[in-house]
């Protein structure tokens, strides 16, 4: 694809609920992040990934909090029992290195999650 | 550790009016920096980025920033502002040697007729 994708874009759910979110980065790019985006704050790091590296989880607020990347693309983050200060964006990105971040991050749309 | 500080959560400008939005970093190395713009509905997009080449940034869409050592600050630019400029407007900084990024709080920009 031309661009990173998300999906849903949007998902509703209720507390203590499961959510899973997914992205699918540009072809070959080798890194992946993901980001937490509440209202009024700026883009909160949650866990990267690069090629079969273990990944870098030091962003993830919780242990109801985990990501996957299944064959060094698609990426799936999951959610646990789903609490209301849950609701955010989350934004996925990917880029063709980290390159001791200078590797430029394409990001996609979002998934714009709402618990009740 | 690195942070970024985004000076003025809402900036309004006048169409043709110059746009200043303000980035403070921290560093304990030499950074790089970034501004990313998103659009309402979109994902974000990288309008520049500093790697330690040279201090004055250019841009897409007429953006340009300066990177000031002496101030710890990455200033985005643009001479005259456009109604398609309104977005908002994040400032990242990384380090060569990790893998985060870190964004600021972003800036609102409202370009008004």
């Known amino acids: 694809g031309a661009g990173v994708s998300q999906s849903p874009s949007n998902k509703v759910t209720e507390k203590g609920k499961d959510v899973e979110l997914r992205c699918d980065p540009i072809s070959g790019h080798t890194a992946l992040y993901w980001y937490r985006q509440s209202l009024g704050q700026g883009l909160e790091f949650l866990i990267y990934f690069q090629g079969n590296s273990a990944p870098d989880k030091s962003g993830l607020p919780s242990d109801r909090f985990s990501a996957e990347r299944t064959g060094g693309s698609v990426s799936t983050l999951t959610i646990q029992r789903t609490q209301q200060e849950d609701s955010a964006v989350y934004l996925c990105?990917?880029?063709?290195?980290?390159?001791?971040?200078?590797?430029?991050?394409?990001f996609g749309p979002g998934t714009r999650l709402t618990v009740l | 550790a690195q942070s970024v500080t985004q000076l003025g959560s809402h900036v309004s400008v006048s169409e043709g009016a110059l746009v200043l939005l303000r980035c403070n970093y921290s560093?304990?190395?030499?950074?790089?920096l970034f501004w990313y713009v998103q659009y309402p509905n979109q994902g974000l997009q990288l309008l520049l980025k500093?790697?330690?080449?040279?201090?004055l940034v250019k841009g897409i869409n007429g953006f340009e920033a300066d990177f000031k050592k002496s101030e710890t600050s990455f200033h985005l630019t643009k001479p005259s502002a456009h109604m398609s400029d309104a977005a908002e407007y994040f400032c990242a900084v990384s380090v060569p040697t990790g893998n985060q990024f870190y964004f600021g709080t972003g800036t609102s920009l409202t370009v008004i007729p």
């Open positions: 990105a990917s880029s063709l290195t980290s390159s001791g971040g200078v590797g430029t991050q394409y």
């Open positions: 560093s304990s190395v030499p950074p790089y």
């Open positions: 500093y790697t330690s080449a040279a201090t």
